[in-house]
């Protein structure tokens, strides 16, 4: 009888302590956002054990994405699949995470967002009640900033846009901006003209968020920017 409770209470504890398994999406937010020209852009999926064990049993899920704005094919490419943490995954050797990539495709004219959404499905060795942050699905945006394909851009880190926002015009501190267009984020041209004295005139815009094209000596400014 002893020996039988003993078993009983063994496996009570393996059932709780399969329980505690957490498995799912790293990212805490329900959206998660990346720039067009970012190669590492992917999902990352995670498993973390009881008090920081191995794995016992395999966990995973069918990976797939529903289409939004950016499409499955065109935008990016996704192909659905399984993920399988297998026996022994660990925290010490990190091989709890792993990234599926998103395989964006370059969109040199582009300005604004498109999204999509990334989908667990079929789970295998959890349930519902072990997804990290109680969420299946997450909506990833996808950020084009309309780099033109042969010219140089300016890195963010090397100039100042400011005020942000601002309400009537615009300086560029650590480049000389010789020519400028604005667009709207459905990429419609609203502005354009010479920068003068490295400022810029946008008091005839409408309140509101636009991306600034401006030329300079060292390269190409890509920034968005906002109207009030």
């Not at 064990?53 to 899920?61: E, S």
């Not at 297998?86 to 010490?92: A, D």
């Not at 072990?130 to 963010?156: F, H, P």
């Not at 502005?191 to 190409?220: C, F």
Request: net charge neutral; hydrophobic share 40%; charged share 20%.
């Amino acid at each position: 009888m002893k020996k039988v409770l003993i078993i009983g209470l063994f496996l009570l504890s393996g059932y709780f302590t399969q329980a505690q398994i957490r498995f799912g999406f790293t990212n805490p937010l329900a959206i998660d956002n990346w720039n067009s020209e970012d190669t590492a852009a992917g999902v990352e999926l995670v498993v973390w054990t009881p008090n920081n064990d191995t794995l016992r049993t395999p966990v995973g899920a069918d990976v797939s994405v529903i289409d939004g704005s950016a499409r499955n094919n065109f935008e990016f490419s996704f192909p659905p699949k399984k993920w399988i943490f297998p026996v022994g995954t660990n925290l010490y050797d990190s091989s709890n995470k792993h990234v599926l990539k998103y395989n964006i495709a370059p969109n040199s004219t582009l300005f604004g967002e498109r999204d999509f959404y990334v989908l667990l499905t079929g789970l295998v060795g959890v349930t519902t009640s072990n997804l990290m942050y109680n969420r299946d699905m997450m909506r990833v945006v996808i950020d084009y900033n309309g780099s033109n394909v042969g010219i140089k851009k300016l890195d963010a880190h090397c100039y100042r846009l400011y005020p942000m926002p601002t309400n009537s015009r615009l300086n560029i501190e650590g480049a000389n901006a010789s020519t400028f267009k604005v667009y709207d984020l459905a990429g419609k041209l609203v502005g354009e003209g010479e920068a003068m004295q490295n400022s810029i005139d946008v008091s005839g815009l409408s309140n509101g968020l636009y991306v600034l094209y401006a030329q300079t000596e060292r390269g190409l400014i890509v920034q968005k920017f906002l109207k009030q």
